[in-house]
């Protein structure tokens, strides 16, 4: 069975703080996508990996293909980053699985 | 336009009646993927299309649910026979070729059903 899990479920930082987020999954796939989804439901992507890493602006995402886990981090947090972070990979032509989600809030 | 759209925004239908939801991708994208996001829960895959090829349609959640792709373009997913728990946001997305390019979606069209 495809399934996908991220760690933490939730997360509340001050800002500034560093933040990482996980996402594992079970079985081989052809490529991970990172999305930042806020309240008000409008989703946008971060970042499509198949492999290494990759960084824009403040956030970087990791993907280790023999481990099978990718994870994206945020430095120098700020409120304006509060969102549902979600993982989501794509199998070889079939379909997407998507993560449930991890909730982040950032005080300030 | 720019973006992905998608129509329309709202819909509140009474359970029994059928729905049409539109998507029109971003010119050019040849892949187009159709999503649902149940309230207070996670995006749910429903299927994607590549090019003219005919997709898989084992994602959707029952026989009452359909999807098609015009000209590799346009993109309708209806739902007959609507039932209350299909209410929920159906977002559609689009990327140049399927599955390894960053993808850009819809606003969401968000679906009561009474």
């Known amino acids: 069975k495809n399934e996908v899990e991220q760690s933490p479920q939730n997360l509340t930082a001050q800002e500034g703080e560093f933040i990482t987020i996980n996402c594992s999954y079970s079985v081989g796939i052809s490529a991970l996508h990172w999305l930042q989804q806020h309240p008000g439901g409008g989703i946008v992507s971060l970042f499509m990996?198949?492999?290494g890493k990759k960084k824009h602006g403040r956030l970087i995402a990791t993907i280790n293909i023999q481990e099978k886990h990718s994870s994206l981090h945020i430095t120098a947090s700020h409120p304006r980053d509060s969102a549902v972070y979600i993982c989501a990979v794509w199998y070889y032509g079939q379909n997407f699985v998507f993560g449930p989600g991890t909730r982040l809030s950032v005080l300030p | 336009g720019a973006g992905v759209s998608q129509s329309p925004s709202n819909k509140v239908t009474e359970k029994g009646k059928d729905v049409e939801l539109r998507c029109d991708p971003i010119s050019g994208h040849t892949a187009l993927y159709w999503y649902r996001q149940s309230l207070g829960q996670g995006l749910e895959f429903l299927i994607y299309?590549?090019?003219?090829?005919?997709?898989?349609k084992s994602g959707l959640p029952s026989d009452r649910f359909s999807a098609e792709r015009t000209g590799g373009s346009v993109s309708t997913l209806t739902i007959q026979r609507t039932q209350q728990e299909d209410s929920a946001v159906y977002l559609c997305?689009?990327?140049?070729?399927?599955?390894?390019?960053?993808?850009?979606f819809g606003p969401g069209t968000r679906l009561t059903v009474l």
């Open positions: 990996l198949s492999s």
């Open positions: 997305a689009s990327t140049p070729r399927a599955g390894g390019d960053t993808q850009y």
């Open positions: 299309f590549q090019g003219n090829s005919a997709p898989d």
